[in-house]
């Protein structure tokens, strides 16, 4: 039992890294739409649409950089759903943040993104399936 911790924890600590970097990039550019659009439409329309926008670069970035598994058709269209479930949780922490702690709407996402990385984290895994070794 041991030794197949020892194994798995320096594949999953270098899935963990990659993931945390490659969410950072994506984040960074749904913040990016994010704001700009929040200039022109409210908090929810802008939200919504920043996350959309950054659906297929994330589905890219964890299917060759994060898990290096290789696509299918079939995993990216499941894809999004990892994305739906993460959107409600996400929506309704920054809807908490802003109605009722008060939060800046320029702040809210990036709280609600600190609360369901390790969500995102877990079931993009399970959804990609298991990685190569030579990760």
Known sequence: MTTVLRRRT?????????????????????????????????YRVAYATSYV??????????????????????KLAMFPGVYLVNFFV???????????LGLPAEVAPIVATLAVVPLGFVMTRLLLGAPSRSS
Do not use: E
């Not at 297929?56 to 290789?70: C, I, Q």
């Open 53 to 74: 926008a950054t659906i297929l670069t994330g589905f890219a970035f964890n299917t060759w950089f994060v898990f290096r598994t290789t696509w299918s058709w079939r």
């Open 10 to 42: 320096p594949l999953l600590t270098g899935q963990v890294a990659r993931f945390v970097l490659a969410g950072a990039l994506n984040t960074l550019l749904s913040y990016v739409i994010y704001w700009c659009l929040l200039r022109a439409v409210d």
């Open 90 to 100: 996400g929506l309704g922490i920054v809807w908490m943040c802003i109605s009722l």
